[in-house]
């Protein structure tokens, strides 16, 4: 404690009571990190990013936990036991693996942890640790996989298959009931949707006796319904 002086007038054949409250004597500790900026949490408080001051602090022991990403916590610890402002320095340790991926088609969004990081080809450094990896592409179905990262290594993921999403043809015709001719293979008549299909180009040709048949060709794209409705022509007087 802070030493105090007080001065004391004592009659003589005076007795006196004296109460004094003494003040704890105290010291400011600095934090420092390197690299700088990492988070200070002292006391359940977060205080803010390195350097910081914690200023008045009693004899006695303590102790703060020190973050930043892409590298791993660490406590500082320290000891109060004069008025002397103290220094504690933290070194940080990258806790930090590589990950890289490349998928088939390539340019698929790559998410980790719901974040996106960029799309295939990719090469990112990421915090060690399991995550959950996602790729996504319009018309292909979303590729997941949980994933563990290692400080130091490097994490590769090579022609990641990405599987094409199905399309389907609804097609319909006025009048209804004719028969359906796709690429030359008969379905069943008008109306009726044709699931599953592949991306690519379609010759669609519907026929129904008493009229003139009718055509279309569509490039139907991956993971999409695609309505084709034809009108046939009367072809009887």
């Known amino acids: 404690y802070k030493t105090r002086w007080e001065r004391i007038e004592v009659a003589e054949g005076e007795s006196k009571v004296c109460s004094f409250k003494l003040e704890p004597e105290c010291a400011a500790v600095m934090i420092i990190s390197n690299p700088e900026g990492a988070t200070v949490e ?11 001051v914690i200023p008045n602090l009693p004899y006695g022991s303590y102790t703060a936990e020190i973050s930043r ?22 070194d940080m340790t990258s806790n930090q693996g590589t990950l890289e991926i490349t998928s088939n088609p390539s340019g698929a969004e790559v998410l980790l942890n719901e974040t996106v990081l960029g799309k295939t080809p990719l090469k990112e450094p990421v915090e060690e640790g399991k995550h959950s990896l996602s790729l996504q592409k319009d018309g292909y179905q979303e590729f997941t996989r949980s994933i563990t990262i290692r400080s130091g290594q490097t994490t590769t993921l090579r022609n990641l298959a990405l ?4 399309s389907s043809l609804a097609i319909s015709s006025v009048p209804s009931g004719a028969k359906i001719y796709v690429n030359e293979k008969q379905y069943d008549d008008t109306p009726s949707e044709l699931k599953g299909l592949l991306p690519g180009v379609y010759a669609i040709r519907l026929e129904k006796a008493g009229f003139d048949p009718a055509t279309r060709t569509v490039n139907l794209p991956a993971g999409t319904r695609f309505e084709v409705a034809l009108s046939l022509d009367s072809n009887t007087g």
């Open 163 to 166: 599987e094409i999403k199905p």
């Open 42 to 52: 002292f006391q359940g408080k977060k205080l803010g990013a390195t350097p910081v």
């Open 69 to 90: 990403h892409g590298y791993s916590r660490r406590t500082a610890a320290w000891e109060i036991k004069d008025a002397t402002p103290q220094l504690v320095k933290v």
